[in-house]
């Protein structure tokens, strides 16, 4: 069974980089034909989707964040990670790491992360 675990710092100061990672573990983050997301819920507001690694490495962005946002792989550790730079209280967010096939023929994720909460403060 395929699980996924985000982990970093819960309280980011403004301007500073967000840093998270998510480790997957009982799949691979290389299966063919499957991508690796990072989406993000405000408080009080809908999942917003940032961006995604797919199986061979490539990368997509959010066009409201693609200036500020990285997203990159350990494939020795099994992990994707995110980088959120210049970040503003507007960044505070449950952010979590997701897993979908691109072949799947229904919407949703396969897989989800439990999210982590990050704080944007002084």
């Known amino acids: 069974q395929v699980q996924l675990q985000e982990s970093g710092p819960g309280l980011v100061k403004p301007s500073q980089t967000l840093s998270l990672t998510c480790t997957v573990s009982?799949?691979?983050?290389?299966?063919?034909?499957?991508?690796w997301s990072w989406i993000r819920q405000p408080p009080g507001k809908g999942l917003e989707w940032m961006g995604a690694?797919?199986?061979?490495?490539?990368?997509y962005y959010s066009p409201s964040l693609k200036s500020r946002t990285s997203i990159s792989r350990d494939t020795s550790k099994n992990q994707s990670s995110l980088q959120l730079s210049s970040v503003t209280p507007e960044d505070t967010a449950v952010y979590y790491c997701?897993?979908?096939?691109?072949?799947?023929?229904?919407?949703?994720?396969?897989?989800w992360g439990q999210g982590t909460q990050v704080t944007v403060s002084l």
């Open positions: 997701a897993g979908r096939s691109l072949t799947a023929n229904v919407p949703g994720y396969d897989y």
């Open positions: 009982g799949g691979s983050i290389t299966t063919r034909a499957y991508y």
């Open positions: 690694i797919v199986y061979e490495g490539s990368n």
